[in-house]
């Protein structure tokens, strides 16, 4: 069996084996990234030339910060069989919460003072 057979056959809704856990963390953030980088690159072309080297600015911490705050929480478990799964899930995490405040920045309405892009 292939390698992409074989993660298109593993159900993350009941993995069984830490490997399968730690795979489904692993996809997990794969989908969380891409949508993220999405969004961000979506907001990032509505903004002036000030606004996009802000913006990307903050983007370079808050991924510095979330690798680091992740490495952190899985510190207790680095070198261990389950700590590909808590840093991955703690990256999702993140990563899903960065997301939302992206989409909410991008679907600010006109003339809300409160959305920087205005």
Known sequence: MSLSSAVAALDCG???TQTDMNTCASLELDRETKKINLTYNQFRSTLNPTQKQ???EVQLA???FKDLACQ???SSLEGGSADAMVLNGC???KTRQRHQELRALKDCEE???S???W
């Open 14 to 16: 009941n993995p069984q």
């Open 54 to 56: 802000k913006i990307k």
């Open 62 to 64: 808050w991924i510095k």
């Open 72 to 74: 952190f929480e899985a």
């Open 91 to 93: 990256l999702a995490e």
């Open 111 to 113: 003339g809300d003072l």
């Open 115 to 117: 959305c920087p892009a």
